[in-house]
């Protein structure tokens, strides 16, 4: 089936609640992904103003076979999109013959609203904000190259390497084919907004994980040692699962959680792509799996990123301009699970630390969730302070809240997340080290030794990413 019947479909089953456009863009089966993601959403954003235009030119009446979800997509095509792909075939002819009216109908809508843009018939809430000006943070994948050498790929490839970022003011400025280091996170390249990365040979090869900023919190912040046993709860798609992978150095083991298979079937192929070798994946529910199986006896780290409403997610978003926060009723079952999820990750006997993370911007998800969890255990956790840097703090609902992160467009030029770090109070304490020390520093001797040992190898194969994609 062809991307304009593909995406006429998707858009039908958004319409009758099938699912969400990523949801259904996915489980078409469609081979170019990002193409029909793209198609669908700008469609879905302009929905409104293809209807307008439609009804104006009776594009329906003259045509009877042509179903209104094609006939959208298509017109989008040929008035605000990139014309037709691939030649455009019938459906370029069959537009071709109501081309003239159409446009007639657009500009006699400008001409109305007192517009001259295509972006300006929008709502004010379908318009590009913050979300869609985000920058591109692109986390390079050490377990098969080193951010030197990728920064040496990309600038043989003309982008201009502006070093380490001083300030979000630094992200907020990039334009063009510059790029930088994030302030506060290794290994995290950010490149200008709408940057398109997914063709690169880099990221096809696996040594580049495109991943919001936030979304490197929840790994970065538990930290787990080479040779750690840690559990990811809730682990589809995988990006923080592969990024866990990265700082066990492939050393240790992940057990990862999830109960879609189709989600899991996808993060089989992520992680084979990115070299992992130390995940073992379940189909099973994390709330069934049991703490005293003597396999978790050496589980040390958790972490728990449980289905929440999503309404942090810039594609979300995307997808739904305007989107609001969630019904009361679904808040109250999403936070029930969350609490449940959390207070059962809480009873592994050899937990030292957790991190509870959600792409939530809602306090019934967060703050709510976990200080309910460490009431219920009391004395036995505590809230660790997580990134003193991090500029967007906790709300302050109970004593230590200020502890947690939160993130957002305005105050971190991230997707909304929210993120809390426990840990047991009999172990000894953490803190110092495991809550910074993947923030910027100085590398000692031994790991500038370390270093040199290994930049032969990751060298040897980017360039040899780079000599297969010449």
Same mark, same amino acid.
């Given at each position: ?5 593909v995406a006429a479909?998707?858009?039908a ?17 469609? !081979? ?7 198609l669908v959403?700008?469609?879905?954003r302009?929905s409104?103003? $293809? ?6 030119a009776?594009?329906?009446? @003259? ?8 006939a959208?997509v298509l017109?989008?095509?040929?008035l ?7 030649? +455009?075939?019938?459906?370029?002819? $069959? ?12 500009a ?7 517009v001259?843009?295509?972006?300006d ?18 986390? %390079?994948n050490t377990?098969?190259t ?5 920064v ?10 502006? +070093?380490?970022?001083?300030s ?14 994030d302030p506060l996170?290794?290994?995290?390249l ?16 696996g040594h580049?994980i495109?991943?919001d900023? @936030?979304s490197?919190l929840? @790994?970065?912040?538990l ?5 750690s ?5 809730c682990a ?5 699962t592969?990024?866990l ?24 192929? &992520? ?5 992992? /070798? ?10 069934? %799996?049991?703490?005293s ?9 958790i972490l728990?990123?449980?289905s ?8 979300? !978003?995307?997808e739904?301009?305007?989107?609001g926060?969630?019904?009361p009723?679904?808040l ?5 699970f ?9 009873t592994?006997?050899? &937990? ?6 959600t ?5 019934e ?8 969890a460490?009431q219920q255990?009391?004395? @036995?956790?505590?809230?660790a ?7 967007h ?5 109970f004593?230590?809240a ?5 993130? /957002? ?6 997707g909304?997340?929210?993120i809390? %770090? ?10 110092? !080290?495991?809550?910074s ?22 060298l040897?194969?980017? $360039? ?7």
């Amino acid at each position: 089936m062809g991307l304009y019947a593909v995406a006429a479909g998707v858009l039908a089953g958004v319409e009758n609640r099938q699912g969400s456009i990523k949801g259904l863009v996915y489980s078409s089966n469609f !081979q170019n992904v990002k193409q029909l993601y793209a198609l669908v959403c700008e469609t879905q954003r302009y929905s409104a103003v $293809l209807d307008a235009v439609i009804a104006s030119a009776g594009l329906l009446r @003259a045509e009877k076979k042509l179903r209104p979800h094609l006939a959208k997509v298509l017109v989008y095509e040929l008035l605000l999109g990139k014309g037709f792909r691939g030649g +455009g075939g019938r459906w370029k002819a $069959l537009l071709g013959r109501h081309q003239a009216r159409l446009k007639a109908e657009l500009a006699r809508l400008k001409v109305h609203r007192g517009v001259s843009r295509n972006e300006d018939l929008l709502e004010v809430g379908s318009r590009p904000g913050p979300v869609s000006q985000l920058p591109r943070f692109v986390r %390079v994948n050490t377990l098969k190259t080193c951010s030197d050498d990728v920064v040496d790929y990309f600038k043989r490839q003309g982008f201009s390497y502006q +070093g380490r970022a001083s300030s979000l003011d630094d992200l907020r400025a990039l334009k063009g084919k510059h790029f930088l280091l994030d302030p506060l996170m290794p290994e995290l390249l950010v490149f200008p907004a709408q940057t398109d990365l997914h063709e690169h040979p880099l990221y096809r090869a696996g040594h580049l994980i495109l991943q919001d900023r @936030a979304s490197c919190l929840p @790994a970065m912040l538990l930290n787990p040692p080479p040779g750690s046993h840690v559990i990811d709860a809730c682990a589809a798609p995988g990006n923080k699962t592969s990024h866990l992978a990265a700082l066990l150095k492939n050393q240790g083991k992940i057990f990862a959680f999830d109960l879609d298979a189709k989600r899991l079937a996808s993060m089989a192929t &992520l992680l084979a792509r990115a070299g992992i /070798s130390c995940c073992e994946l379940a189909e099973e529910d994390f709330l069934a %799996v049991s703490p005293s199986d003597p396999r978790y006896r050496e589980v040390h780290y958790i972490l728990l990123d449980p289905s929440c409403s999503g309404s942090g997610m810039p594609s979300r !978003q995307l997808e739904e301009p305007g989107a609001g926060t969630p019904s009361p009723a679904r808040l109250h079952a999403l936070a029930g699970f969350q609490q449940r999820a959390l207070c059962h990750a809480l009873t592994f006997p050899s &937990l030292k630390r957790l991190v509870y993370s959600t792409c939530s911007l809602c306090q019934e998800e967060n703050e709510d969730v976990v200080r309910d969890a460490l009431q219920q255990n009391p004395g @036995a956790f505590r809230l660790a302070p997580a990134l003193p840097a991090w500029p967007h703090r906790g709300l302050s609902t109970f004593p230590g809240a200020e502890h947690c992160l939160r993130a /957002s467009p305005e105050t971190t030029l991230s997707g909304g997340f929210f993120i809390a %770090v426990i840990e047991r109070v009999e172990a000894p304490s953490l803190t110092g !080290q495991s809550i910074s020390t993947r923030v910027h520093t100085q590398p000692s001797p031994k790991e500038k030794e370390e270093t040199a040992k290994s930049r032969s190898r990751c060298l040897h194969a980017t $360039l040899h990413i780079a000599a297969a994609s010449g």
